[in-house]
């Protein structure tokens, strides 16, 4: 087992954490705050990543911190406790010999989970003892040893596509002593040899569900997945359970937080109509939809599918979701009954459309998820009759295998 020579100083580091995540209302299953003590977090994210540019920066400056270094050992300690996603590859460099200070350039590659987001996803899965459980992209594997260390020793494994992450993060697993085995290969395969599984969790982001995930998932068993649109701004926690005569039941709701999508599944983004939005915001006309709240995950879940191809401006003062495909956008208010709109597409009556469908289906705040047509098609639908609201996911068959 592995002995921190300051066991102090991080065992206060961590009991702060647990602190402010129970004081949230976040963290309430007793076995994860137990496991969160635990699981020494700097065996498993020895360095960090900082943006030093500012929003719109290219190339970006970053600067690494190296927690073996005195310099930075206080700012990476106080980093790695923090609720923060923790950056530690660049261009899937190998991570044995990174050097510490500032770097320009490159895309992340490889990141941790933002913390809340972890405990959430590992409550949902309602973790046990005993239990075989699938981590498919666990990256430094901060999730999976959690995961490890609430079923025990030899029962958590990963799937890791990229051979330095999955190298690294098998080195630290081994260093914590808590059982847990990463395995190189596509996440998307799953792992059959130690299958089936009792739970399953998606590091990654899938536009749809794997068949191979379906298939390890024991009786009894739950499975957790992000469903990705080409929108990262409304993203869906997908929830699947197998009941113990093997029927299947998936469940689709709205997140604030996602997770990334798979390797080579390409995210729509606002940033390069920004300049040009706030140089034109387009032509005013009165609009039958006030702003719907950030909070309307429902709606905005839906709207992702049924009015594809949109992506909101987040860091705009007022509502703006671009098009960035047909060069079209719209800006709400402020506060006037209006809305600018710019461009062949006008996004706010889809928009408009997407929320009168919304209303006339209930309000759905979850959606229910066919994965046992023959064909293969997986449907979604919320409501039934008339006013049913229905789409159905993209396949992966465009999507390359997860090897690098």
Request: net charge negative; with cysteine.
């Amino acid at each position: 087992m592995f002995v921190d020579l300051q066991a102090a100083e991080t065992s206060g580091l961590r009991a702060a954490m647990v602190d402010r995540l129970t004081s949230a209302g976040v963290l309430t299953d007793p076995r994860l705050r137990e496991a969160l003590l635990r699981v020494h977090r700097e065996v498993l994210l020895p360095h960090a990543y900082v943006r030093v540019s500012g929003p719109g920066a290219d190339p970006i400056d970053w600067r690494l911190l190296d927690g073996s270094h005195p310099d930075d050992r206080q700012e990476w300690l106080d980093l790695i406790h923090t609720d923060e996603s923790i950056l530690l590859q660049r261009d899937g460099e190998p991570l044995d010999a990174l050097a510490r200070g500032p770097v320009t350039g490159g895309h992340m590659t490889s990141m941790s989970t933002y913390t809340p987001a972890t405990v959430d996803a590992l409550q949902v899965l309602g973790l046990a003892p005993g239990q075989r459980y699938l981590e498919l992209g666990p990256g430094p594997g901060v999730s999976l040893a959690l995961a490890a260390t609430m079923t025990g020793p030899g029962l958590a494994t990963g799937v890791e596509r990229d051979e330095h992450m999955a190298a690294f993060a098998q080195r630290s697993l081994e260093r914590l002593g808590v059982g847990a085995t990463v395995i190189e290969g596509d996440a998307l395969a799953g792992h059959h040899a130690r299958a089936p599984y009792d739970r399953i969790h998606s590091g990654i982001g899938v536009p749809y569900v794997p068949p191979a995930w379906v298939e390890q998932l024991a009786c009894g068993g739950r499975m957790l997945t992000t469903l990705t649109t080409r929108t990262p701004s409304w993203p869906g926690q997908l929830l699947v359970t197998r009941a113990g005569g093997g029927r299947l039941e998936a469940v689709l709701q709205g997140r604030p937080r996602g997770y990334r999508p798979m390797l080579g599944y390409q995210w729509l983004n606002a940033l390069d109509h920004r300049a040009r939005i706030k140089a034109d915001p387009g032509t005013a006309r009165p609009a039958r939809l006030a702003p719907p709240a950030d909070d309307a995950y429902g709606f905005w879940i839906a709207a992702a599918y049924l009015a594809p191809g949109l992506v909101r401006d987040f860091q705009a003062e007022t509502m703006t979701i671009v098009a960035p495909k047909d060069d079209s956008w719209a800006v709400a208010g402020p506060g006037d009954g209006t809305v600018r709109v710019r461009g062949p597409r006008d996004v706010w009556a889809e928009l408009e459309e997407v929320h009168t469908r919304w209303v006339e289906a209930g309000r759905p705040e979850t959606y229910r998820v066919d994965l046992s047509d023959s064909t293969g098609i997986q449907s979604v639908t919320s409501g039934r009759g008339p006013k049913e609201l229905s789409w159905s996911l993209p396949p992966l068959a465009t999507v390359p295998l997860q090897m690098p």
